[in-house]
């Protein structure tokens, strides 16, 4: 009996030793960053950009270099996921958007790349771990400038037509 109780302690200490190093942290995985070109004067594509991002806390803005910089912001301040609406303790973000002006077939155009870079620090003593984003946020932003625009265009064009 004391034989077999041995035989099954050294047994659960092999295998709880063993799953330990067969599960290492992994680094979450590099996404890379939502962008969209759009067909308008770079102009109007920064101001559709700074439009976009007019509730967020702005630390950099500086149209010569095309770079539009939040300071990080804490929780779901400004956007929650929807399908996951709880907010997260110890999550901190920050969105970077850089405008680039270029040519596509022939025509002017402007892409807009935008990355969120989110932390999260689960207590106090813990140092802060990178997370990736889903990329919902930067949709919805992509998808804000294209909406400005439009409206922009709309708003010139019923101009013209007085």
């Known amino acids: 009996m004391r034989l077999e109780m041995l035989k099954i302690f050294s047994l659960s200490i092999l295998l709880l030793a063993t799953g ?11 996404k890379e960053p939502e962008s969209r070109i759009y067909f308008d ?21 500086n149209i010569d270099l095309g770079v539009l910089e ?22 901190k973000y920050k969105i970077n958007m850089r405008v680039v002006r270029g040519r596509v077939e022939g025509r002017a155009a402007v892409n807009v ?13 813990s140092s802060t771990q990178q997370i990736p984003s889903d990329g ?16 922009d265009r709309m708003l010139t064009k019923a101009q013209g037509a007085r």
Do not use: H, M
């Open 20 to 30: 330990c190093v067969g599960n290492p942290i992994e680094d979450p995985p590099i």
């Open 41 to 61: 004067s770079y102009e109007q594509v920064w101001r559709a950009v700074q439009l976009a991002l007019r509730k967020y806390p702005v630390r950099i803005n």
């Open 70 to 91: 939040t300071d990080y912001i804490k929780g779901d301040k400004l956007f929650s996921d929807p399908k996951d609406g709880r907010p997260r303790p110890g999550l």
């Open 113 to 125: 790349t935008v990355l969120k870079t989110s932390e999260i620090q689960p207590d106090f003593f």
């Open 136 to 151: 919902l946020e930067e949709r919805a932003l992509l998808y804000r400038i294209g909406r400005f625009l439009d409206i």
